[in-house]
């Protein structure tokens, strides 16, 4: 950002001066609310706050969202007047209201999402702009309801073009805010109905984003109602738990090759059937307990068979 006109050098320093001393002020507010002397600051023009550089800006606002008390940092900077100028799609937040009890603000709602997640930086940036789509998707349904359709997308786009631009974004953090803006909502979506196969299918789409993604979908919780409180971050964790046993069970080297239970169907005639399978779970319980060798070639399986027929039912 610059200073249009035809501003003198000076007039340039002392907007600098006062800018950054309330930013400095907010962030120390943010880090330490009982050890941050009120800045001599009033509401500042867009004049003032244009003459700051994006460095010193990013590097106060990290440090702010990563405070004790972030919330309060924030409603600093909207006192003095800094988000309408280089946050407007947050400033754009206050008053507006999502539906729930039909006046929740949405603003309140960011800066306790914000205060709630895990001081992460990359958690910290996706819990105050998750929710900035909102203000452009807002719609009402025939019974009244607000909905909210499509906000997800439309903020991510919204980071993309205008936020990460005016903030320098870039790299991993980059990526990362961007994945948690358009993503946030996903793991709110998960019931116990889920299948194995929809909470793998899950975990490989979020990749390296899942802790940061679970993180920030338990501090989006923040209803009154105890009850639905409690079974939000019991279905978050369950699914977080339901992911780590199936890595857990997906990493283990199978004990039996690939195509063992083809050659034995061709093999000893018998056809794909419970008998099947339950011959294949008796080779996979021997491998486990050690008195039968894993991770052998399939003649090796179909010769040990073979030996102790009998013993498995295969000559009666």
Not at 3 to 29: E, R
Not at 83 to 94: G, N, Q
Request: charge should be neutral.
């Amino acid at each position: 950002m610059s200073i249009q006109g035809t501003t003198s050098v000076a007039q340039v320093l002392v907007h600098s001066t006062h800018a950054l001393d309330a930013l400095k002020w907010a962030a120390d507010l943010a880090c330490e609310a009982s050890e941050a002397p009120r800045a001599d600051v009033t509401r500042l023009s867009e004049e003032a706050w244009c003459s700051l550089r994006v460095n010193d800006v990013r590097m106060h606002l990290d440090r702010l969202l990563l405070g004790r008390h972030p919330d309060m940092g924030l409603d600093a900077l909207l006192e003095v007047g800094f988000l309408d100028t280089w946050l407007p799609e947050v400033s754009a937040m206050v008053g507006f209201g999502d539906g729930e009890w039909r006046h929740k603000d949405v603003w309140k709602h960011t800066k306790q999402v914000v205060w709630q997640s895990v001081p992460r930086i990359n958690v910290r940036w996706g819990a105050l702009l998750h929710d900035i789509g909102k203000m452009k998707t807002r719609s009402l349904g025939e019974n009244g309801e607000v909905h909210f359709f499509g906000h997800s997308e439309v903020g991510a786009a919204m980071f993309k073009k205008r936020v990460a631009r005016r903030l320098g974004f870039e790299g991993d953090l980059y990526h990362r805010t961007h994945f948690l803006i358009l993503n946030h909502l996903r793991a709110s979506q998960y019931d116990g109905s889920w299948t194995d196969s929809a909470v793998r299918r899950f975990a490989r789409e979020m990749d390296d984003g899942l802790k940061d993604l679970l993180d920030l979908s338990r501090a989006d919780i923040t209803t009154k109602r105890p009850e639905k409180k409690k079974r939000g971050l019991r279905q978050i964790s369950e699914l977080g738990r339901r992911v780590k046993e199936l890595q857990t069970i997906d990493a283990r080297v199978a004990p039996l090759p690939k195509g063992l239970g083809t050659a034995i169907s061709d093999a000893f005639g018998i056809p794909p059937s419970k008998r099947l399978g339950d011959l294949r779970k008796e080779l996979e319980r021997l491998c486990e307990s050690g008195e039968l060798d894993a991770q052998r070639e399939i003649p090796f399986y179909l010769d040990w068979i073979r030996e102790h027929a009998d013993a498995l039912g295969l000559n009666s």
